[in-house]
Each structure stands twice: as structure tokens, then as C-alpha cells.
């Protein structure tokens, strides 16, 4: 969609000013911990972009909450698997030989989107170590979240989608639907079924670029959706409902959620493809 589209679709002037009147409709707080999913090509024109999107945010809930946004770097991963696109067999190795080390601060962000790419650029947010399923958040309790990311539990237990379900986070799906609900991979590793695959990355050892292996728990967000579905048609009062710009969004607690999901998961197991 054109920018020219995008204004055509607007039906009145969205800016920061408005985003923070719709924030406060949707029951978003001063001091609030929130994850952020978004699709700001949802959300219609607004005057200065996904910044007007961070700096609502930010001066909504201010220095006494928290922000996290996943910040997701899967091009640092076994080349092998690799699907969208695939590159040929005869560069896995020479991929994992050469792709630059994880860096906090350099390393792109893949699939996350302008919101989260701008979220990142602002010097106050500190993003965590994992190579490819990293986090970064902002505020109160962004360095104690962010910290000790486990490579081979990304998603799991200690790491900062825990760390979050310990807390009263409240889940923000901007536009998006559960598919891009990074709360329910904690689901996947509290469940009972697991299946592991072996992946490698790029990372920093003793300060030297080195390409190391570890397992990873097969994670499968095409189920999310029907998960979200079974949720609200059980949960919907603890759902709050409405529109951030002209986005449909959803505010969701999270720990209900990943109950749920688990609870789902349990009894949905399935096959798995070696």
C-alpha cells in the first residue's frame, strides 16, 4: 500500500495526541507492563509514522511501566532449515562460517515490523542476548526482563516471555492476529508435548565471532490463531476490545492466555514429522 493509499483510507487525522486518547480508551495506564505486536500498514495514515506510534506509547505508560516488543533476528540461524527463501546447499556452510556475530545494537530485526524497528532505535531500550528470538523493552523493569536470555530456552522458562508472565503484563495486538502472539511459545515449552531440533548461530564467545549449535523446542505459530479463537470465545470479558489508530486491537492479559494455550496444547497433541 501506497502512502497515497494509506491517506485515502484514513477517515480523519490520527497523531501522536489522538494514539494517546485511544491508548487510555482501550484501558492502557501510567505505570502499565505491556508487550506490543503491530502492523502499522493497519493503522492508517498518521502524521510522523511508527514514531508518533513509540512516542504515544512511551508517554502513556511512562518511565514507571515497562515496553517490550519481540525483536525477532532468525536470518542468525542453521541455514539448512532455512525456507523463505532457501539458498543453495552449497552455501550453508559458508554461511555459517561468515554471517557476523549477534550484536544488540547492529543486528536487523526480521518480519517485526516499522514499529518495532523504530522502538529499537531509541536510546533507552535495551534488547536481550538471544541470537534469534530476542526481546527489547523499555522502562521500569526493561534491564531486569531483558537479562540472561537462555540460547537453547528462548521462549521457555527464564527467559523474558517468563519473566513477563511472572508479572501483570498485558498483551497489545495492534492489527495483527494470534499468529504474531510470541506469549503463546511459552505455551508450546509449559506443554507437554515437546519435540527439539538441533540450530545453530552466530554469536560472541570470550569477546571472538563463533558459530555454535543448540536445540530448539519446534515452535508452531499456525496454531495460535485457533488457540486465540477457543480463548475469546471463553474469555472475552477479560478482553479489552477497540482501535489504536484504525487497527482492530486487542488487550489481553497474558497469563490467562498461556494458561489457556497450554491447557489447548495438552489436549491437541499431534504427530510429529521427523
Not at 83 to 101: C, F, G, N, T, Y
Not at 156 to 185: F, R
Request: hydrophobic content about 40%; aromatic content about 10%.
Amino acid at each position: 500500500m501506497t502512502e497515497f493509499d494509506s491517506i485515502q483510507k484514513t477517515n480523519k487525522f490520527q497523531s501522536t495526541a489522538t494514539l494517546m486518547k485511544q491508548l487510555h480508551s482501550l484501558g492502557i495506564q501510567e505505570g502499565d507492563s505491556i508487550i506490543v505486536h503491530s502492523s502499522l500498514s493497519q493503522m492508517g495514515w498518521i502524521a510522523g509514522a511508527e514514531q508518533a506510534v513509540v512516542e504515544a506509547l512511551m508517554q502513556v505508560i511512562t518511565p514507571k511501566g515497562t515496553i517490550v516488543m519481540p525483536a525477532q533476528s532468525t536470518a542468525n540461524s542453521e541455514p539448512s532449515y532455512w525456507s523463505l527463501p532457501p539458498v543453495p546447499e552449497a552455501w550453508h556452510q559458508p554461511i555459517r562460517d561468515a554471517i557476523p556475530a549477534y550484536n544488540p545494537h547492529l543486528t536487523s530485526l526480521r518480519g517485526m515490523g516499522k514499529i518495532a524497528e523504530c522502538f529499537l532505535r531509541h536510546p533507552d531500550t535495551i534488547r536481550s542476548d538471544h541470537p534469534a528470538h530476542s526481546f527489547m523493552a523499555w522502562g521500569k523493569n526493561a534491564k531486569e526482563w531483558m537479562s540472561n536470555h537462555p540460547l537453547e530456552n528462548s521462549f521457555g522458562v527464564e527467559s523474558p516471555i517468563w519473566k513477563m508472565y511472572q508479572s501483570s503484563v498485558k498483551i497489545v495486538l495492534i492489527g495483527v492476529n494470534y499468529d504474531s502472539c510470541t506469549a503463546l511459545h511459552l505455551a508450546e515449552y509449559l506443554a507437554d508435548q515437546k519435540y527439539y531440533s538441533k540450530q545453530g548461530a552466530s554469536i560472541l564467545v570470550n569477546g571472538k565471532r563463533q558459530w555454535v549449535t543448540y536445540d530448539m523446542l519446534d515452535v508452531d505459530s499456525e496454531r495460535f490463531p485457533v488457540i486465540g479463537k477457543e480463548f475469546e470465545a471463553q474469555f472475552s470479558s477479560s478482553i479489552h476490545y477497540g482501535k489504536l489508530g484504525q487497527a482492530r486491537t486487542r488487550i489481553i492479559p497474558i497469563r490467562p492466555l498461556v494458561d489457556f494455550g497450554v491447557e489447548w496444547l495438552n489436549t491437541h497433541s499431534v504427530q510429529h514429522e521427523q
